[in-house]
């Protein structure tokens, strides 16, 4: 079947799975902040200095972006469950503007992340 | 199923119970409920850590303690909590076929759900307070 192209929704469908399973693993990183910060000031500046550093910007970075696309894939399946929007080219235009909105959205929380902490 | 002439149950109590968690559809309708509960308290989340970030130790800590922040915290960790674990236990039905991997696994969810919402749920108890 060489005719056969690979569905945006499908890809959509996987990333809603994955994304899902990044944030189980990541609340982890919430319960940690949450403890380090009841915790002693020494602690609290090492586990803030994890995640200030290079790989932990990237790894929130990730996080956040998780975030937004799990959180828009689900309005996504709120739409869905009213049974509207399922045609298919309907689905594909939504699927598009599902991932474009969460790099979108993911880079304005950064930059205004970055604006606060500067301002 | 129709031709069992001898089932006296409904249609309805032929299948309740059933579904690979023996959970039917409660766990369609959860992940909806805590879905939309979690739209408005995400937002509120990825605002708070925004403007957290370059905070130190003693800003963060009063923020947290914040009656306000601390319970929508609390309960956005809850929802998410229930959500994800959801979530996880469908991932597990949908891959693992084996009966004791499968139950293992679900178990375990579990625990780890339960695990991080204890720690979490306390550390806001203890900047609340104070100690």
Not at chain 2, 28 to 45: E, H, I, M, N, S
Not at chain 2, 104 to 119: D, E, P, Q, R, S
Request: charged share 10%; proline share 2%; hydrophobic share 55%.
């Amino acid at each position: 079947m060489t005719v056969y192209r690979w569905p945006v929704t499908m890809t959509m469908s996987i990333l809603h799975r994955v994304t899902g399973g990044a944030l189980y693993v990541g609340t982890l990183l919430v319960a940690w902040w949450l403890t380090a910060a009841a915790g002693p000031q020494a602690y609290f500046d090492f586990v803030n200095g994890i995640f200030g550093s290079w790989i932990g910007r990237l790894i929130l970075f990730g996080y956040t972006w998780a975030l937004v696309h799990h959180m828009l894939g689900g309005i996504r399946h709120f739409v869905w469950d009213t049974a509207a929007a399922m045609e298919k080219h309907t689905a594909s235009k939504i699927a598009w503007a599902n991932i474009i909105a969460s790099v979108v959205l993911t880079l304005l929380i950064w930059v205004v992340g970055y604006y606060a902490r500067g301002a | 199923m129709s031709a069992n002439h001898t089932d006296m149950r409904t249609p309805l109590a032929r299948v309740r119970g059933l579904g690979s968690a023996r959970e039917g559809t409660g766990v369609f309708w959860r992940q909806r409920l805590t879905g939309v509960a979690l739209v408005p308290l995400t937002l509120f989340f990825v605002g708070f850590l925004v403007c957290m970030n370059g905070a130190d130790y003693a800003a963060v800590r009063s923020a947290l303690a914040h009656p306000l922040v601390a319970l929508v915290f609390a309960i956005m960790l809850v929802a998410g909590l229930v959500h994800m674990r959801l979530g996880m236990q469908v991932i597990i039905e949908d891959y693992v076929h084996g009966e004791g991997a499968k139950l293992t696994l679900l178990m375990l969810n579990t625990f780890f759900t339960i695990a991080v919402g204890v720690v979490s749920v306390f550390a806001l108890a203890k900047l609340s307070f104070g100690g």
